[in-house]
């Protein structure tokens, strides 16, 4: 493990450049006025050494920062080690912790996370592609756990698409519970709006349609053939909706998307600058992104 981490970033034993960190949070995110929140992604207990990670809670919790952790998304991540129990055993799990994934969690393991106060995301259109397995909504969300959806991968190949990644955790849960209630489309845009927001600790500020909260929201035409005519909107939005229906996008009140187009940014060079920095990061980590092959046909 020393020597693959070592190769594309930092070793096990090797803590996390905190006085770069608190730089950012001093210098970098006031300059946002509140639309930048600053958190660390750690490795936790099963991609660093116990000196590490302990030095790393502690100074993450010292600046007041978010921790987000991949946990449990493999069975051979919990047949090696169950890093809730060891964060539990060394008085670590705390309600500023996200946790990624979280497909093979035991029981007990749920009960920890609901008595801390630990958030879990799971990613069901990342979960699917790389065959790592179910999320577990409806047990965590019935032990008391706040359960939130989010996107993975984004920048390589995953599909960044929110609505069908609503339609995907419905389909799941369902098939997984054997009930076509087992998650409803009302319940699935909750996890999709404030209790994402709730996991991010931004509750107070975005996730839901409340006086004195931030504009952040989307405007979705309901005059197309794919959504038209439309009944329930929970269930039009979740099993029918794409996001060219979505006509106007404001965040914090200032409008990104009008009518159907970015007001805010050309997408054509949003793109380019992209691509361009998906390869420099590929190339400081070592490897280089491989050409896009033409498909013909056969």
């Not at 978010?66 to 809730?84: D, L, N, P, Y």
Request: aromatic share 2%; net charge negative.
């Amino acid at each position: 493990m020393r020597t693959v981490m070592g190769k594309v970033g930092m070793s096990v034993d090797e803590p996390m450049d905190f006085e770069d960190i608190s730089r950012i949070q001093r210098d970098v995110v006031p300059d946002f006025e509140g639309m930048l929140t600053l958190g660390i992604a750690a490795r936790g207990p099963s991609r660093s050494t116990p000196e590490v990670y302990r030095v790393e809670w502690s100074q993450a919790r010292e600046l007041g920062l978010q921790i987000s952790m991949h946990c449990a998304g493999t069975r051979a991540e919990v047949e090696k080690i169950r890093q809730v129990e060891v964060l539990s055993e060394e008085g670590l799990l705390g309600n500023d912790m996200l946790l990624a994934h979280c497909l093979y969690l035991s029981a007990r393991e749920h009960v920890l996370l609901a008595e801390h106060g630990v958030s879990v995301s799971v990613s069901p259109l990342s979960e699917l592609r790389l065959a790592m397995g179910f999320p577990q909504i409806s047990e965590m969300v019935e032990a008391g756990v706040g359960v939130s959806l989010s996107l993975d991968t984004t920048a390589i190949s995953a599909n960044a698409d929110v609505f069908q990644a609503m339609r995907v955790a419905v389909g799941l849960e369902n098939v997984r519970q054997r009930s076509a209630l087992a998650l409803t489309p009302r319940r699935v845009l909750e996890l999709n709006t404030i209790e994402g927001a709730r996991a991010l600790g931004l509750d107070a500020v975005t996730g839901s349609l409340t006086p004195g909260k931030r504009a952040d929201l989307i405007l979705v035409r309901t005059d197309q053939l794919n959504l038209a005519p439309v009944v329930d909107p929970a269930v039009a939005l979740v099993h029918s909706a794409q996001p060219a229906n979505v006509d106007t996008v404001l965040v914090d009140g200032r409008v990104l998307k009008r009518n159907g187009t970015m007001s805010a940014v050309d997408s054509e060079t949003v793109v380019a600058e992209a691509e361009e920095a998906l390869r420099g990061l590929c190339a400081r980590a070592g490897f280089e992104l491989p050409a896009v092959a033409a498909m013909g046909s056969r």
